[in-house]
């Protein structure tokens, strides 16, 4: 990430101790001693937030980070721009994969694996050969936490601000939805709350803030929608 020679293999899932993930070579990520004992290293120490914006180096092809609140049509917009070559990095559509449940389906115990797959899968665009474009959608309703995305990936930032009734909308009218509206519903308003007092300054100009990682998993799974 930084262009010095890599001189170092960082595990991008951390192997405690498993020669599984040790051996793997899609966890592999060559980097300098430098990034490795500094940054990444640090990241690792903060846990969960780590996890959330992990280190990653230069992805090899564009990528387009594409947010918004749940029931924006994040997912569509994605599909109906995508290329035949491309590459799409959803978490909930990773987490529905890890946890073996349906797409949309509450699985907080999942999204710590979820996350884990969904970083190897950012940092293996640095070496991907194999796609155009990456198209990466996260919910980022804070501009601090897109100008994060868009400087860690090199990506262009695509802003789904539908209207927050339009989004309710949607979401009732969804039948993949059903049985989890209610809570789909309150982390579109969450979201549409965020974005609005970020939009305002907040208290002390949130924009200009430092972003705030979350600190958990279950609190990031109310902001990755």
Request: aromatic share 6%; charged share 30%; with cysteine.
């Amino acid at each position: 990430a930084c262009g010095e020679p890599a001189t170092v293999v960082h595990h991008v899932i951390a192997h405690r101790g498993d020669p599984k993930l040790f051996w793997r070579k899609s966890n592999w990520l060559p980097v300098c001693k430098a990034c490795h004992d500094g940054p990444i290293q640090r990241g690792e120490r903060r846990g969960d937030g780590a996890r959330v914006h992990p280190f990653l180096p230069r992805p090899r092809i564009p990528v387009v980070v594409v947010c918004g609140p749940a029931g924006a049509g994040k997912s569509t917009y994605v599909r109906e721009h995508a290329g035949p070559d491309d590459i799409i990095i959803d978490l909930d559509e990773i987490r529905a994969r890890v946890s073996g449940l349906p797409m949309h389906a509450y699985a907080p115990h999942a999204t710590a694996a979820a996350l884990e797959e969904r970083n190897r899968i950012l940092a293996s665009l640095a070496t991907d050969e194999e796609h155009e474009c990456a198209w990466f959608i996260v919910g980022a309703p804070e501009q601090a936490e897109r100008d994060l995305w868009q400087r860690k990936l090199k990506a262009e930032v695509v802003l789904l601000d539908t209207p927050l009734d339009t989004c309710i909308a949607r979401i009732l009218a969804d039948p993949a939805r059903i049985g989890q509206r209610d809570r789909m519903v309150d982390y579109a308003t969450r979201w549409w709350s965020r974005f609005e007092f970020d939009r305002e300054g907040g208290i002390e100009n949130a924009a200009l803030a430092p972003y705030r990682t979350p600190q958990s998993c279950e609190e990031l799974s109310d902001l990755e929608k």
